[in-house]
């Protein structure tokens, strides 16, 4: 039988509490017991096993017998009949409960208990109090727990007698709360699991469960999880059922896969998955998609588009942690879908306010990122950021703020929230990241929101130290993004009186090789243009191409004109009255399926007329509507000199 045992002291080979939970094994021996606890409750499903009867002895918190005899006043009391509870009504007890105390008086409150049952509760202890990269929030309240001890006893002098699925769930929980490793618990639940993976009768989840628990006790070389993986590599994959394939991602994703190991598994894997999308849950789809961005899985965007389709549905059943997976997921492989983001837009519009700040900050990036205008979202998120201020940490405010720069998009309320914005930067100045501050601030600017409270200590030494001593150092595009802050500042706030940016953290152009603050021109694009310009000019000469300006910008072509607004040759340098900019504005300068200009394109351009230059802007979608050579001229001119008539070159 499953008995709790009533002496404590032969427990004390047992368990290992206290510091001795926390001490640094030797390397050699055991790898640290860290495992990342997830931020949602899983849902316990109950599991054949069998079934012990538990004793439990001295225990005033717990029950002994069939029926208990409450003594109250003299001369009265009442007799209340034991309340038995199969698995299923036990599972969801425990999903309801929040301290590791309550499970431990709802165990001790049980006549019948099942090693699953116990398992599972042990399971249920370690996702309590186990937070993450902080350890145990109340160990001793754990480890001193007479009904903790006692349950751990009789896992150590019952092994043999437990079910394979409560002896691996129950070796997981126990890693996961920190017990040592060289505990004689903990060793005789890994020697019984080694003599069980040999006689070759494992599930897939007793594997995974298993797996998970070496990985953590031993590292990705542990012979045992060798031979866990050759075990899960003989199972057919047409036999696995979709909560056996989001196990195995899981436990390839936890550190198995690292280094591109069982790469030939996850390709065999992702192949399958594509098959199976439609019947994965909310939950395990949002799991597969976290897992392959842990593994970087790049070649299987099939499978993401395939996972992406089929999470359309899902989208307002999402836990707010399960929406943050999938959104990472997209961002990461920079897909997007049109029917998600509508369903996107559905669910954020009407609960961003008591959403996650974790999740909208995912929702807006990924629009962000795919350079989506989803107005829905963006004025939602600017209506909740407003209210919900004190909720976000720096990182989320950043995401929150900067696509409204990125996008070029000033929402209803843009004076109250960017109010709200400049009354969190003069509280939490400090909090932000350098880089994270300078991104925010340049974003504010390109939809001329002007940091000027701030933008002496953004140019003070001291910032700029901090920005080179953040890892990174002072690559081109950080220096860029000093360069047009200070730009902005001379050409668009004059009554700054403020520092300066020194000469040395200055650029001269803002087109550089990979991130930069100008687009490239598309030269399909250009080349028509310049065919249809020298066609209304005459001759090549009297345009120049790719202009490198003194002010950093880079003109796609730059047209000169005398006094009297005749054109002039593109060499000559004195006597220009007129410099015409022309913009040839492709697809990759406006936000996804939409009109609206970049915020790096909107501040070019502004800036540009603010230096003088006449600003003509020929966008894609305009150009691409015309048919022939005569359409093009009689277009160019009417764009370039919409006051005079057609010269005859």
């Not at 549905?313 to 879908?337: Q, Y």
């Amino acid at each position: 039988m499953f008995r709790i045992c009533r002496s404590t002291v032969m427990l004390r080979k047992t368990l290992s509490y206290g510091t001795t939970c926390w001490k640094t094994l030797n390397s050699q021996c055991c790898a640290v017991l860290v495992t990342q606890v997830k931020h949602t409750t899983e849902k316990l499903l109950p599991l054949p096993c069998r079934c012990y009867h538990s004793t439990i002895w001295n225990l005033p918190c717990l029950v002994t017998g069939g029926t208990v005899q409450h003594h109250g006043d003299a001369g009265s009391g009442f007799v209340m009949k034991r309340e038995v509870v199969d698995e299923k009504q036990f599972c969801e007890q425990l999903s309801h409960l929040s301290s590791s105390k309550d499970i431990f008086k709802l165990v001790g409150s049980l006549e019948v208990l099942s090693d699953s049952m116990v398992a599972l509760a042990l399971q249920r202890v370690s996702q309590i109090e186990m937070q993450e990269d902080s350890g145990l929030k109340k160990p001793l309240e754990v480890f001193e727990n007479d009904v903790f001890k006692a349950l751990c006893f009789q896992f150590e002098q019952d092994s043999q007698k437990v079910s394979t699925t409560g002896l691996v769930r129950a070796l997981r929980a126990l890693v996961e709360l920190y017990v040592d490793p060289w505990s004689t618990l903990i060793v005789r639940l890994v020697s019984e699991s080694q003599e069980r993976l040999d006689k070759g009768h494992m599930s897939i989840p007793d594997l995974c469960m298993l797996g998970e628990s070496m990985l953590n006790l031993e590292g990705p070389d542990c012979a045992m999880l060798l031979q866990i993986m050759e075990r899960v590599q003989e199972k057919k994959l047409e036999d696995w059922t979709p909560e056996e394939i989001a196990m195995v991602y899981t436990l390839l994703q936890s550190g198995v896969g690292e280094g591109g190991r069982y790469q030939s598994l996850l390709n065999q894997l992702n192949d399958f998955t594509v098959t199976m999308a439609s019947k994965l849950s909310p939950k395990l789809l949002s799991k597969v998609l976290h897992a392959l961005v842990v593994l970087n899985q790049t070649q299987s965007i099939p499978l993401v588009i395939s996972l992406s389709k089929h999470s359309v549905r899902h989208v307002s059943r999402f836990t707010d942690i399960e929406l943050e997976s999938v959104l990472g997921a997209l961002i990461h492989f920079g897909h997007s879908d049109r029917f998600f983001t509508e369903a996107l837009e559905r669910r954020v519009s009407k609960a961003s306010f008591t959403m996650h700040p974790e999740a909208v900050s995912k929702a807006i990036q990924y629009c962000s990122r795919r350079l989506i205008l989803s107005r829905p979202i963006f004025d939602a998120v600017a209506e909740s950021f407003v209210y919900n201020t004190d909720k976000f940490n720096t990182s989320q405010i950043t995401r929150q703020i900067m696509p409204f720069g990125k996008l070029n998009y000033l929402p209803p309320n843009s004076t109250t929230l960017f109010r709200s914005l400049e009354s969190v930067l003069s509280n939490r100045f400090s909090q932000f990241q350098p880089r994270a501050l300078l991104n925010l601030l340049h974003s504010c600017t390109l939809i001329q929101r002007f940091p000027v409270n701030f933008l002496a200590k953004i140019f003070s030494p001291y910032f700029l130290q901090q920005l080179q001593a953040e890892g990174k150092g002072m690559d081109k595009f950080v220096l860029s993004q000093l360069t047009q802050l200070f730009l902005t500042v001379t050409l668009e706030c004059p009554f700054y009186e403020g520092p300066k940016l020194l000469p040395k953290y200055r650029v001269k152009t803002f087109l550089i090789p990979g991130r930069s603050l100008e687009t490239p021109v598309d030269l399909h694009l250009y080349n028509r243009v310049k065919t249809g310009l020298i066609d209304l000019l005459g001759a090549r000469m009297y345009f120049a191409s790719h202009v490198l300006t003194p002010y950093c910008y880079t003109l796609d072509v730059e047209i000169k004109l005398d006094e009297e607004g005749f054109v002039l040759s593109a060499t000559h340098r004195e006597e220009v009255f007129k410099r015409i900019a022309l913009c040839i504005d492709g697809p990759k300068r406006f936000c996804a399926n939409s009109h609206n200009l970049l915020g790096k394109e909107a501040i070019k351009q502004r800036h540009l007329r603010l230096l003088g230059y006449e600003v003509v802007q020929i966008p894609y979608f305009e150009f691409q509507a015309l048919q022939n050579s005569d359409d093009i001229v009689a277009y160019l001119h009417k764009k370039i000199f919409p006051y005079s008539f057609r010269l005859n070159w």
